[in-house]
């Protein structure tokens, strides 16, 4: 918690020291050709700071230098003991650095403070406590074999990592890859997205000071179809590790197969239905998780409960509570510790939610609140939070992802209606149920084709849940112990007695 107030934060932001510098083989660096792209805060539209647009030169000093130091064994093939302390140590100094990073993420990309600082940033440093806190607790195997036989199966880590992250969560996305990779002893290039790449840059040289050798973690700042799909090309990066949007995530399918068959796992898009049924437990925590299940974070959420799904005799007295609800959902400036909802991250973003509001009217959804820019004096990218009621599945506000505060309502009269509904969509990220009938909500829950399924809640969980999806939404888990199987290689060794 802080104290801080909206002044204070705006005093602390005037003096702010921003890295814009890439980070290889543990320094500062500029970009092997010296281009920058700007970046910009969506609060104001104001320049943060010129930040390296590494390209392909630059890939291949950071996977060198990865290589190198993996080869080496100096994290590696360090025991586990140790990898936990130095993993404890980071989360520690990134705790530490709570306020300077939570600005960071918050002027770069426009969240409220108080999340950046509550949720953000104590996440990710919980997360990699986490990672470092289990790695010297997993035991590998001792297969059951014949008398004159020893069969050992354990798991290696898998060499060089490229981390491929997306700007909505930009620290908490890194973490949820940085813990386990380094945990289980890979070297890791990190490439952050180009339109929220400061707070990773500041992570690394907290990484290094928290005793991590020099070279295991390494951070590319720059865009998506230069440095990006250089690493995802690199015929010596093993494994990529990607969160973003399926579109991209399919085509660094493609760029594995058409270099060196690298692993690839896959964190992806979602369009999450929330079904509402009429026996719900408790309308009004109903309608509040509705509510913020599409504002929280601006909408820029990949488990966004983008669609909720209400129950035809339930709808005329629940959808007033979820605008009710909304009302606790306002923009306003994310340095004021009493904002909720902030700007959106870039011009770019709030134009293709504002499209997504445009195609709701002229495809016949009804507009009840919301739908417009807002505070646009500021200079910075708002939008109030919106509801379309009459909304059917094939409108592309209910099937296309937004990545923004709109919620699409629509109704169902069984619940064999309502599983149709939500699962027909390329998606299967996240999906909620309320009922107090546990037969029906467990069924209900079984039949959804979603990662993960919440029952009488939206958005329950922490470090001990799997998370990551089905379908288009991708494959393999972050977070919990399933995680560490994206970073690690299974090895048979038989002995002959
Ligand atoms: P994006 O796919 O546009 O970009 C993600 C990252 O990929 C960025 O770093 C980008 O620079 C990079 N990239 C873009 N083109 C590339 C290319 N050709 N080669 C290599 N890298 C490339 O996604 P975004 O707009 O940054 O983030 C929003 C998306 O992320 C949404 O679809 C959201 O659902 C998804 N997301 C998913 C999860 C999850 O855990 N499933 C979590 C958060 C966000």
Redesign the pocket.
């Known amino acids: 918690m802080t104290t801080l107030t909206r002044s204070d934060w705006e005093q602390r932001a005037l003096t702010l020291k921003i890295e814009g510098r890439a980070f290889i083989d543990g320094q500062y660096t500029d970009a092997a050709d010296k281009a920058v792209f700007d970046c910009l805060s969506p609060i104001d539209g104001r320049l943060l700071a010129k930040v390296a647009s590494c390209d392909l030169a630059d890939a291949n000093l950071a996977v060198e230098n990865a290589r190198k130091v993996f080869d080496s064994g100096v994290w590696s093939r360090q025991a586990p003991a140790k990898r936990k302390a130095t993993l404890i140590r980071f989360a520690a100094l990134v705790r530490e650095h709570a306020e300077e990073l939570a600005l960071l993420e918050t002027l770069d990309m426009g969240k409220p403070i108080s999340d950046s600082l509550n949720i953000d940033v104590a996440g990710s440093a919980n997360a990699l406590a986490w990672s470092g806190e289990a790695i010297d607790k997993l035991y590998d195997e001792v297969a059951a074999t014949p008398h004159d036989q020893l069969g050992l199966v354990t798991r290696e880590p898998v060499g060089v990592v490229a981390a ?6 930009p620290l908490m ?1 890194a973490s ?1 890859k940085l813990g386990p990779a380094l945990a289980t002893g890979n070297s890791v290039v990190l ?5 929220s790449p400061l707070t990773a840059l500041r992570i690394a040289q907290l990484a290094v000071e928290a005793g991590l050798p020099k070279g295991v973690l390494n951070v590319l700042p ?4 230069t ?3 250089a ?2 090309l690199h015929m010596d990066v093993d494994t ?1 590790v ?8 399919k ?2 399918m493609v ?1 594995a197969g058409e270099s060196n068959m690298k692993r690839v796992w ?5 369009k999450s239905p929330n079904i509402v049924f009429a026996d719900a437990p408790d309308l009004q925590a109903a309608a509040e998780a509705a509510a913020s299940a599409i504002a929280f974070n601006q909408g ?5 409960g983008s669609r909720l799904l209400v129950e035809r005799s339930l709808k005329a007295r629940f959808l007033p509570m979820v605008v009710e609800a909304l009302k606790a959902w306002k923009p306003g400036n994310p340095l004021d510790p009493a904002t909720t909802v902030g700007a959106l ?1 870039d011009g770019q ?1 709030m134009n293709t939610v504002l499209g997504y509001i445009d195609a709701g009217h002229s495809e016949g959804a009804k507009l009840v609140v919301g739908g417009k820019r807002i505070m646009e004096e500021t200079g910075g990218t708002y939008v109030e939070p919106t509801i379309f009621d009459g909304v059917t599945n094939a409108m592309r506000i209910a099937k296309e ?1 937004i ?1 923004g505060p709109v919620l699409s309502v629509l109704e169902f009269d069984t619940a064999e209606e309502a599983v149709a509904i939500a699962n027909d969509t390329p998606y299967g ?1 996240a999906a909620a149920v309320w009922s107090s009938d546990i037969s029906k909500a467990h069924l209900t829950a079984k039949a959804l084709r979603a990662g993960s399924v919440w029952v009488n809640q939206y958005d329950g969980g922490d470090m001990t849940a799997p ?3 089905f379908k288009q ?2 494959n393999g888990r ?1 977070k919990s112990l399933h995680a560490f199987d994206k970073y690690t290689e299974l090895k048979a060794t038989w002995i002959k007695l």
């Open positions: 491929i992250v997306p700007w909505n969560f996305m949820w490439k952050p997205s180009e339109k720059g865009y998506g179809h440095v990006g799909k690493l995802a990529v990607f969160t973003g949007s399926s579109k991209i995530a085509q660094l760029y896959l964190e992806a898009g979602g820029e959420v990949c488990t966004a991250v973003q992802e990545f990220l998370f990551g999806g939404s991708g972050d």
